[in-house]
């Protein structure tokens, strides 16, 4: 099984910063990598796609990047309403799918 | 638009069963996977399984292999979850999902709380 190492658990920034958050794959996943932001008592949302393509209404503030085993996920300009937890997501060759283990987002 | 809505749930003894369903609408359910996902209390998500078109095609995370069964019925646009011989440690927020491109989910549901204990 493809397991995601997703780093930092947690981070604090302030408003208008720009937030980085990595996700590595223990093998080589192409670019099927997805990331979600999952608000408090809520479900989570899909804001990117194929490692890099913004899902339809989605900021674009919201950024992702890379392919094989590492990848970034990016909020420019940080926003209040940007407080969630994020969370990466693999999909493998065998029609499985793992997600990192989180990174909770708070504002300064 | 596209629309789960979930059901069933509960809290049982460790060792027993339960079944969620998912019922889908706006949008075409036969041509979408669809998945379940879980979350422990205070926890992260866990991907459980997934179930493609073709009723046949369906796959299972390590923890729940063996265990549980995912199905689909089209005449009804409904997805289901047989748990079988649930542990202790199955207890979380379940949640379906439609897949809309390769492993990425767009529709969520309202999540169904599960509680195994003793």
């Known amino acids: 099984d493809i397991q995601m190492t997703q780093s930092p658990p947690s981070l604090s920034a302030s408003v208008g910063d720009s937030v980085t958050i990595t996700c590595q794959a223990s093998?080589?996943?192409?670019?099927?990598l997805n990331w979600y932001q999952q608000k408090p008592g809520k479900a989570p949302k899909l804001l990117i796609y194929?490692?890099?393509n913004l899902e339809t209404g989605v900021p674009s503030r919201f950024s992702g990047s890379g392919s094989g085993t590492d990848f970034t996920f990016t909020i420019n300009s940080l926003q209040p309403e940007d407080i969630a937890t994020y969370y990466c997501?693999?999909?493998?060759?065998?029609?499985?799918?793992?997600f990192g283990q989180g990174t909770k987002l708070e504002i300064k | 638009q596209a629309q789960l809505v979930q059901s069933g749930g509960g809290e049982v003894q460790p060792g027993r069963s339960l079944r969620l369903s998912c019922a889908a609408s706006?949008?075409?359910?036969?041509?979408?996977?669809m998945h379940w996902v879980r979350q422990a209390p205070g926890k992260g998500l866990e991907w459980v399984a997934v179930?493609?078109?073709?009723?046949?095609?369906?796959y299972y995370a390590d923890s729940v292999k063996g265990r549980f069964t995912i199905s689909r019925d089209s005449s009804r646009n409904t997805v289901y979850l047989q748990m079988n011989s649930l542990r202790v440690e199955d207890t979380a927020l379940y949640y379906c999902?439609?897949?809309?491109?390769?492993?990425?989910?767009?529709?969520w549901g309202q999540g169904t709380t599960v509680t195994v204990s003793s």
């Open positions: 093998q080589d996943i192409s670019n099927y």
């Open positions: 179930i493609w078109s073709h009723e046949t095609d369906k």
């Open positions: 997501q693999q999909y493998d060759n065998l029609a499985m799918c793992s």
């Open positions: 706006g949008y075409s359910f036969t041509n979408h996977g």
């Open positions: 194929r490692a890099s």
């Open positions: 999902a439609k897949d809309i491109r390769s492993g990425s989910m767009d529709v």
